[in-house]
């Protein structure tokens, strides 16, 4: 088995970046050196990177990768060129807010310091991009304490899609409080739905899992309510897109289900997010857009058609749980419960 | 598109027994003539029919098939050649009851015939395949007729798995009423799960729903909630494998989940059946006993593997859903409502 320590998504080393590819997942693990500014624009349209943080991480290091060999030039030139690298890697996936604020932010950062020389301005980019990979790890780490203890030995958890540190830098968000149990002895096992039709679950969190030593078992979607009947499952844990101010939570599709069933036998369900991801905004799930997906998605798997020619398809992307049936939601700033009209602007209101 | 009565899984004609291959669907419909009793026994093994019912009939044709060129022996001869027959196709699916109990009917009544020469033996052979087959047909249909009423203009149905024409010699058990509201001209739409691991709702039961011109839209496992929560769906109706003495429903895994999420979402489950489904002898769904199947199902897609090496598995082949779900059985005999105990013996009870 491999270390996990060796298998993160993003390892920022030496002044070198280095991504897993995740497109190869699980089939093989390969991690690649990133050479040049297009090799990470690649790697990000290409989806080797993939999840809000890691993309925002891997893009600033990106521009790290784009102006190491440019500390010749003079701050102008230095700044113009960083601007238009900026712009380049921003184009890589136009719809990732998290890469277009991590890019933003480190450009601000660079051309509000006192640097002169492009060598002055290429330390302070790079001391950027580390802070926003460092605040990422420590976020998720936060949401992970603030998740611990509900965790307790003999327990059985479920989660869907993945909310794993492949999304992230470190710890992942639905699976920080399971690697801070795990790094606290606790002893838990874990069900990961397979997560059709992209099989995240499958493809990544039950890889992730599985290496960092953590007990998990895949099942197909539709395989949670029998494992719930089994009493093999005693809290759900899962991440989320969005959640608006009156709790109701966004997240692959697939999540209202579980939640459902979850009620039925008794199984609280919890939501781990950043704060990042509240959005008073949005007053309930009502107005939350939810994206349908290409058809080949649910008419295929890979290249292999499996329902007939013709067929009329739904592809929702996400789904919309309505806070009723959330025991819970775990984010950085701590455990918010019900009401969560009031409780999410208590925390998140200013 | 095709004319679905041209796909039939099982075709009698001018002496000539066809089986639609549905190893190849979605992707091709390929009727093939059954030119030995090998070929049958082949096809009956690798699942080219399938489903309790359709493999019966099939077998008993096949007995045909097996003695169509025997007529010119004598009764002992016959007789000797079709029990080494119908022992070598049951040979073919062992576990298969309808198969056995098809194979047996039909060189009974050919032992208990008055024939004397083999010509009189093979027209009391073929009667009783003919038999067998239309009294299949008519079961299927019966159980439409008791369920088409529930189905009414402008509903949503959901339904899982196949229990569908494709198992059956016509209508099938689920989709019969749908079928029979479909030929009395009541408009509805049907949403087919994909039902994973093996994909029958996409690769069979929106094939035949397609192929006979019915408003059907196939779904992943995990979108059948949503669709529930935007009010799309007025009624489930699913297959069983086995109803216990209290109503409690055996049926393709996933089915409990629909059930619990019906509940929640205040949709009728209905489930549909013939009466040689209803096992008065086990008293609840806890003494079912549910079969695990592979792990190769879950970690795989056809060949290609989507979950990791040495990774958990479960993978039920079934699950049982508590009759309180369930809104009433469809049978041959009539719907049956709760108390189910009760009304269940007062029907199958001699």
Redesign the interface.
Known sequence: ?LDHKQVKSITWKDGKLYLLDQTL???AVKVEEQMSVEQVWDSIKQLKVRGAPAIGVAGAYGLVVAMQDKSHLNREAFLAELQEKAAYLDSSRPTAVNLSWALKRTVKSVETSGGQSGAELLECLTKTAEEIHAEDIELCRKIGEHGVELIKDGMGLLTHCNAGRLATSEYGTATAPMYLAQERGVSFRV?S?????L?QG??LT??EL??AGV?????????????M?QGLIDMVIVGTDRVAANGDVANK??T??VA??A??FKIPVYVACPASTVDLSTPTGKEIFIEERGEDE??H??Q?????????????AF??TPHELVAGIITDRGLIRAPYQENLHKIFGE
């Open positions: 088995m997942l699980p089939i069900y739905d397979e997560s059709r039709p099989l499958s493809r039950a890889w599985l290496h007990d998990v078992t895949t099942i197909t979607d539709n395989m949670a309510a029998f494992v009947q599709i697939g209202l289900g459902v069933l009620a039925y649910v008419t798997f890979g292999r058609r499996t329902a007939p020619e013709g067929i009329k398809v739904r592809n929702p789904d919309v």
